[in-house]
DNA sequence: GGACAATTCGGAGAACGTCTCCGTATGGTC
DNA sequence: GACCATACGGAGACGTTCTCCGAATTGTCC
């Protein structure tokens, strides 16, 4: 959870200062996007710049630590839904929605995780590259089964899940997308195969 | 082409630059992706800020009529694909694969092109209007034919392939997405309705 | 051809965002 | 209590967006 390396152990207000940063990051980003100004987040966490520069170098590196502590909701989630003994394709298809929730917990999020697919130098690489495993194994024991189409591949449904939510995101007007791109996605837009 | 409301005929310093503009920006854009800077693009064109956002209020309007000039060819595509005779489901197939080279005309296209269809502000929302209706077209078509899903509504088709086209962006290192996100759109990851 | 008015140009500069550097303050340790 | 490593914070360099206005260009009318 902490990290890599262990190191020693961070000075008191360091730490301190990190979980407060992590705390107004959720907040401001829930609120204004992804794309929200850093040093305007600073300001309303009450530190300087500088000081949240160094916790997190980049805007990918917060993102990642704000998805850490969603991690283990997620691994909950894909414990029950593999313990289920569900239909494995109803499995799959619960994986897809709890993967579509997550992507979608802040506005814009889908974007640094698309580009974490393809740059593995993203600290939100490894988080993504779990999931797209994850992805991999629910839709395997579906194609086992028989449920889902041979020719698919995780990765591609990982990246669609994506690309959904990336649809939803900026709040769409009407309540188009939700369930339409999630079924079409299920099925497809033709009637034969 | 040239306009909602005529108005007078400008200048021709002003119908030149405005033309020159277009060129470098053609070029401009193919190169760094439309969020590159729009002042690095005036410089490119040897005119100064002013002028640019003068001709071009916005990055939106600048890609509207940039996009302006590509719609005879995609105009040229519907009807080609229309008058063709083909199996309604071809013909579907077909326009979605014109629409998604339209949409990756530029890295990053797709992004304010989703903005346009739920912002009908945007100088680009008339366009993907246009766009929507027509494969809604194409959509109910093969729904009469009994070759599309009766559930599947044209705007989430089209908003499908600005979300293919997106994950086609920046330039995926292996090729992944192109076909397999393809067909998933068509036939859906399972095998049973 | 010259002068006048409307139009357009160009760039200085304000506003905002990112990110760095370094003098200062704080925390841990002996 | 003193010392050193660590961390803080903000000034400031830099890039981008977009505006405003004095200067220049164009079209027109005599």
Chains 1, 2 share one sequence.
């Not at 939100?124 to 839709?139: K, S």
């Amino acid at each position: 959870m902490t990290g890599t390396t262990a190191g020693r152990r961070p000075r008191t207000d360091a730490a301190r200062n990190r979980t407060h940063i992590l705390d107004v990051a959720e907040r401001y980003f829930t609120e204004h996007g992804v794309t929200g100004s850093l040093d305007a987040l600073a300001k309303q966490a009450g530190v300087g710049p500088g000081t949240l520069y160094r916790h997190f170098p980049t805007r990918d590196a917060l993102l990642a630590a704000l998805l850490a502590a969603r991690d283990e909701e997620l691994i909950t989630r894909r414990d029950a839904i593999r313990t289920g003994g569900t239909d494995p394709a109803v499995a799959l298809d619960g994986w897809l929605a709890a993967l579509g929730t997550w992507a979608t917990a802040f506005d814009g999020l889908p974007d640094p995780l698309r580009a974490a697919v393809t740059e593995q130098s993203s600290p939100l690489a490894l988080t993504c590259q779990g999931y797209v495993t994850t992805t991999e194994e629910f839709l395997t024991a579906a194609q086992d089964a028989g449920r889902a189409r041979s020719d698919v591949r995780g990765r591609d449904l990982f990246l669609a899940v994506l690309a959904i939510s990336w649809v939803r995101g900026a709040a769409m007007a009407d309540a188009s997308s939700p369930a339409g791109l999630g079924s079409l996605l299920r099925t497809g837009w033709s009637t034969t195969a």
